[in-house]
């Protein structure tokens, strides 16, 4: 079992915290549910809106925990260890930066607005090629997060391969110490998470300052067709290279036909140096990513033939771009894990060369600030344009814009403020040897429309 070993008194003394009942046995990685404490992990007794970690000890102990942090005095249940600490969630960040003071490979750090989970994940899979990986499981990627995947860690690795994400200012100062990389991969720059930033430079701005906890010698890896990424300035001391579409880019990734749903033939340019290969995947978004992901692995050592080779054996993360098979011959896009409208946009655009009618289930983008209504707007007229012939949208008040401005180019539509209110809608409006794209915001809960679809009509 991966995970970092870590004996009660070595935890007291990272965190500051003081042993209030002997472990049995030394913590093997962390548990942040008290149901998923197997082998012996750390349990973080978190207080959340909902629920207070320590009120699930003995749960804790029964799944296994050899030790739990807690920030009361309280009793511990035999054969646990516990230290008592001022903030669990601080002393996961002492943990983290703990452990990754004793790690010598290779950190690889992907931030940006959207794309950071795919990106990651074809990291991981290139640089597979190069030695044994470590990296974030699904997006794991914030202030509890990211220390839970550095003690989860496999110390053996040669590299790590971390997801950071910030949604507010000041947050990357918490994340990038703690993480510190030898080398950040930069996806893009999009309007996510505006109601707390005043401008795509602000946010780029927030998330360029990991650069800052990049030691001399290490890597920015940027996104050469973003206007915000392609000319930043980067610290004195480190590498740069640069990857995109455009003419320029260190290494260049083009389209050998049209995108479809079911993925595309590509090349990858580098240095006079031509390689094809094919992405199962759909969108020219995860063309970016894998160039992204190509682009690391390289400039570590990887070939670009070899990059390319992998490109085939790589498969989208649950709910981004995963596709399905309805009765009916209906293509169902499952997207749903979370959207934004940059990423809307060009998995719309895409639509248009599928050769297939398309309906839509959207739901609302949230955190979009005071820019929301119009861009919803926008939504509905995008889809319009891009030929989608039915749309439920789904969600408050911007939803129902969306879907407003769709139904004036004359589609079928329909405004629900919970999916299962559209659900048998949508259902009957499927087109026969079509496609149904299904995208929203994490909180809007489409995913479980696509589990009601393909529990009804899956293949």
């Known amino acids: 079992m991966a995970g970092m070993i870590l004996p009660l008194d070595t935890i007291a003394a990272v965190t500051g915290g003081r042993v209030l009942a002997p472990a049995e046995r030394p913590s093997v990685g962390l548990a942040l549910d008290s ?20 009120d699930y000890l003995a749960d804790a102990a029964l799944h296994g925990a050899a030790a739990a942090l807690v920030e009361r005095e309280l009793p511990v249940p035999a054969g646990m260890g516990a230290v008592l600490v001022p903030s669990v969630e601080r002393a996961l960040a002492a943990l983290g930066r703990h452990v990754r003071d004793a790690f010598p490979g290779t950190v690889a750090g992907v931030v940006g607005s959207c794309g950071k989970t ?32 550095l003690l989860e860690a496999d110390a053996s690795a040669r590299f790590w391969v971390l ?7 000041g947050e990357m100062e918490d994340l990038a ?9 930069f996806t893009t720059i999009q309007p996510v998470h505006t109601e707390f930033f005043p401008s795509l430079e602000a946010i780029r701005d927030e998330k360029a300052r990991v650069l800052a906890h990049v030691p001399a010698g290490g890597l920015a890896v940027l996104n050469h067709d973003d206007p915000l990424l392609c000319g930043m300035e980067i610290p004195g001391g480190l590498r740069r290279a640069t990857y995109g579409r455009n003419p320029g880019a260190d290494l260049r990734v083009f389209p050998l036909e049209k995108p479809g749903p079911e993925g595309s033939l590509f ?21 970016m990513n894998l160039a992204a992901a190509a682009c690391l692995a390289v400039e570590e050592g990887l070939s670009l033939e070899e990059a390319a080779r992998v490109a085939a054996d790589l ?49 609302e983008m949230l955190e979009l600030g005071p820019a929301s209504t119009e861009l919803h707007r926008e939504a509905g007229r995008r889809a319009a344009r891009a030929g989608v012939t039915v749309l439920l949208a789904v969600g408050g008040p911007d939803a129902g814009e969306m879907a407003r401005s769709f139904g004036e180019s004359g589609g079928e539509v329909r405004h629900v403020g919970h999916w299962s209110e559209g659900a048998h809608w949508i259902e009957e409006r499927l087109p026969e040897g079509g496609a149904l794209l299904v995208k ?11 589990a009601w679809l393909l529990e009804r009509r899956g293949l």
């Open 177 to 185: 110490p703690i993480a510190r990389p030898t080398a950040v991969v």
């Open 118 to 149: 795919t990106t990651k994940d074809f990291c991981a899979a290139l640089l597979r090629r190069l030695g044994p990986v470590h990296a974030t499981a699904g997006n794991r990627n914030n202030l509890l997060g990211l220390p839970a995947t």
């Open 267 to 287: 090349v990858l340019e580098r240095g006079g140096r031509r390689a094809e290969g094919i992405l199962p995947l759909a969108g020219r978004h995860n063309l």
């Open 163 to 169: 997801e950071m994400g910030i949604s507010r200012p």
């Open 440 to 450: 929203g915001s994490r909180g809007i809960g489409l995913d479980a429309l696509v």
């Open 315 to 363: 498969r989208p993360a649950p709910h981004r771009g995963e596709r399905h098979h309805l009765a009916g011959s209906v293509l169902l896009l499952d997207d749903s894990y979370n959207s934004n409208p940059a990423a809307l946009s060009e998995v719309l655009a895409e639509t248009r060369s599928w050769g297939r009618p398309v309906a839509a289930a959207l739901g």
């Open 35 to 54: 149901r998923r404490c197997e082998g012996g992990r750390l349990f973080a007794a978190l207080r959340g809106t909902r629920n207070d970690g320590h």
